[in-house]
Structures are given as structure tokens and as C-alpha cells.
Nanobody, 120 residues
Framework: QVQLVESGGGLVQAGGPLRLSCTAS????????MGWFRQAPGNCRRFVAA????????SYADSVKGRFTISRDNAKNTVSLQMNSLKPEDTAVYYC?????????????WGQGTQVTVSL
């Protein structure tokens, strides 16, 4: 089983930056598709960004394009989300997610989440 631990959340003023990290243990990290999702109060969990196994492909939600950057370090089993120009509407609990295929079965795991609060 894969375990994910997020870090880096906190309180930041609008327009400021924040960097989230997620470290995975268990399994083979370089085979994992990694992503970030977020959930604001009263809302469902929504996609933010994803990155391919070797980091050559990324995708973003329209709401964060040009402001957020996802990256990974396979040597450190870590995926990061650099968030710039933060807005109050970015306030949410941010979750790291891993997906991988083993023997034709797709597995997915979530981290515990980290709170990001953007103040005016």
C-alpha cells in the first residue's frame, strides 16, 4: 500500500506564493501518476494538476493555469505544487493523489490533505 504525506500548507496573503510537497512511501514512485486536488468547504473535491511518471507531461485546471506548477523528483519520491499569485478562491484543503497500474488493476490513494488559506 502507498502512503502519501503532504506538507507546506498554511496561511498566506492574496498575491503571495506557497509550495506544497507530497512524499510517497511504498511501491515504485517512478511508476506513479501523481496529482493534486482540492476541496473547499461545501464543495466537492476538484482536480488541480497532474504530472506523468517521468514528468514530461503536465495538466492543469483552467482556474490555476499560469499560476501553479506541478513538478516531481523521482529520486526523492516527492511531488510538489508551486502556487503563485494566490487568490482567496484558492482556499481549500489540498490533497495529493497517486494512481498506478499493477497486474492490470488500477490503484489510487489519497494523502490526508493540507489546508491552504488565502486572505485578502
Amino acid at each position: 500500500q502507498v502512503q502519501l504525506v503532504e506538507s507546506g500548507g498554511g496561511l498566506v496573503q492574496a498575491g503571495g506564493p506557497l509550495r506544497l510537497s507530497c512524499t510517497a512511501s511504498g511501491g515504485t514512485f517512478r511508476t506513479f501518476q501523481m496529482g493534486w486536488f482540492r476541496q473547499a468547504p461545501g464543495n466537492c473535491r476538484r482536480f488541480v494538476a497532474a504530472i506523468s511518471t517521468i514528468g514530461d507531461r503536465t495538466s492543469y485546471a483552467d482556474s490555476v493555469k499560469g499560476r501553479f506548477t506541478i513538478s516531481r523528483d523521482n529520486a526523492k519520491n516527492t511531488v510538489s505544487l508551486q502556487m503563485n499569485s494566490l487568490k482567496p478562491e484558492d482556499t481549500a484543503v489540498y490533497y495529493c493523489r497517486v494512481e498506478y497500474v499493477n497486474s492490470k488493476i488500477t490503484y489510487g490513494y489519497w494523502g490526508q490533505g493540507t489546508q491552504v488559506t488565502v486572505s485578502l
